[in-house]
């Protein structure tokens, strides 16, 4: 069966800290990956997606993501975290093979920053 | 550009009572997805639409769920009659099509009672 794991129900880090958003997927498809952020009352916004090339994807605010296909893995990185960050982060996957563009969503990430 | 537009963004209703969710699509966008996020989970698909017709309606509680999409334009989602168990957030996403960025609407908070 596919799936999404983010095996980080909630990470507290510092401000100015670095950061590591884990996801993992099982798909039997090439799958294209996306990470998005979700803060309070709000809908999700697109922070980065890999389709295919290069694996070290970056994104907006700072972003970026690693495709490590042997280790069925797409975490989040970003080198130095700002309060504004604190948010909720969802790794969601596609099959590459399909062309309805369905996703399927982990169950997220919540991300508190410390002052 | 104008994003996604949902309304209502909050409902309270009591069981066994029907809602329906309006959503505006970014305009020229082909395809529109409806999902349901609960709480502490990542949304789930209920249903995609490609221009006016269905793609996927395969987690959709047909027995009381229904959505249209009239005109390939804007779409409702219905409830009828609610349970408790479908308190969530209602998120609806447009894209151009195929496997393109899912642009996500700010919601709609529903809260059976």
């Known amino acids: 069966a596919q799936s999404v794991t983010q095996p980080d129900i909630h990470i507290t880090v510092s401000e100015g800290a670095s950061l590591e958003l884990r996801c993992n997927y099982s798909?039997?498809?090439?799958?294209?990956l996306f990470w998005y952020v979700q803060s309070p009352g709000q809908g999700l916004q697109l922070l980065l997606k890999?389709?295919?090339?290069?694996?070290l994807v970056q994104g907006i605010k700072g972003f970026e993501a690693e495709f490590k296909r042997s280790q069925s893995s797409f975490n989040l990185r970003k080198p130095s975290v700002h309060w504004s960050d604190a948010a909720e982060y969802f790794c969601?996957?596609?099959?590459?093979?399909?062309?309805?563009?369905?996703?399927?969503f982990g169950q997220g990430t919540t991300l508190q920053v410390k002052p | 550009e104008a994003g996604v537009a949902q309304s209502p963004r909050y409902k309270i209703i009591e069981k066994r009572q029907s809602v329906a969710f309006w959503c505006n699509p970014i305009?020229?966008?082909?395809?529109l997805y409806w999902y349901q996020q609960i709480l502490g989970q990542g949304p789930k698909l209920l249903i995609q639409?490609?221009?006016?017709?269905?793609?996927?309606d395969s987690q959709l509680p047909k027995d009381r769920f229904s959505a249209e999409r009239l005109k390939g334009v804007d779409s409702t989602l219905k409830i009828q009659p609610a349970k408790l168990e479908d308190s969530a957030v209602y998120l609806c996403?447009?894209?151009?099509?195929?496997?393109?960025?899912?642009?996500f609407g700010p919601g709609t908070r529903l809260l059976v009672l």
């Open positions: 996403a447009s894209s151009p099509g195929g496997k393109e960025t899912q642009y």
């Open positions: 798909y039997g498809a090439t799958p294209y």
């Open positions: 890999y389709f295919s090339g290069d694996t």
């Open positions: 969601a996957v596609g099959a590459r093979s399909s062309n309805t563009g369905k996703l399927i």
């Open positions: 305009s020229g966008h082909a395809t």
């Open positions: 639409f490609q221009n006016n017709g269905v793609v996927d």
